[in-house]
Each structure stands twice: as C-alpha cells, then as structure tokens.
C-alpha cells in the first residue's frame, strides 16, 4: 500500500534549523498535492504549508518567511526547511499527500525546539 516516511525531526535550540524529509513509496507522487501539517500537545493538527503538482507553494502565516516547501518527484519526496525555530514551532509533523479522494497521511516526525 502507499506509504509515506517522513524523516529529519530533532531537537534544536531556539533560531536553529532542521530539514524535513517526506519518502513516498507506491504512489505516483507527481499527481499529488503535497502538505506539510504539525500538531502541537493539546491543539488540533494545523496545515504549515502545502505545494500543488505544479509547484504553487502556499504557508501559514507563522511560518512565512521561515519555512519552505518543495518537492522532488523524480525521487518521489518532499521537504520542508524550517530556519529561525521558535519554540512555538515544537509538534509532531506530519506529511501528506491528496489527489482527488486519495488522501495519504505519514506517521509523523517529532520537531522540538529548546534551548
């Protein structure tokens, strides 16, 4: 079936840096919308940013300026680059990928920001 691994998650001190990573296996990752989304303890699971399959890029007003998307499908995966972490940014993310009804989740990276 269609899996998604997301990779790159850690612990980093306030204004570092960290790369996600999202692997897609047995799908045809060029037809899909790619999202990043994270949900921090106690908040419901909010989007960070997204990239169309023609590469429109579109972020939350937190991580403007911050973070950016972008996708490889030639190697079927997906990243975000995350600079300048707050502590705000620590959850758990997760990666996506929809086309049409079809709507694949990853399990998710641990991102923590402290100093």
């Known amino acids: 079936q269609v899996q998604l691994v997301e990779s790159g998650g850690g612990l980093v001190p306030p204004g570092g840096s960290l790369r996600l990573s999202c692997a897609g296996s047995?799908?045809?990752?060029?037809?899909?919308?790619i999202a990043w989304y994270r949900q921090a303890p106690g908040k419901q699971r909010e989007l960070v940013a997204s990239?169309?399959?023609?590469?429109?890029?579109l972020y939350s007003d937190p991580v403007k300026g911050r973070f950016t998307i972008s996708r490889d499908n030639a190697n079927n995966t997906a990243s975000l680059q995350m600079n300048s972490l707050k502590s705000e940014d620590t959850a758990v993310y997760y990666c996506?990928?929809?086309?049409?009804?079809?709507?694949?989740w990853g399990q998710g990276t641990q991102v923590t920001v402290s100093s």
């Open positions: 996506n990928a929809l086309f049409l009804r079809q709507n694949y």
């Open positions: 990239i169309t399959s023609g590469g429109t890029t």
């Open positions: 047995r799908i045809t990752f060029s037809r899909y919308a």
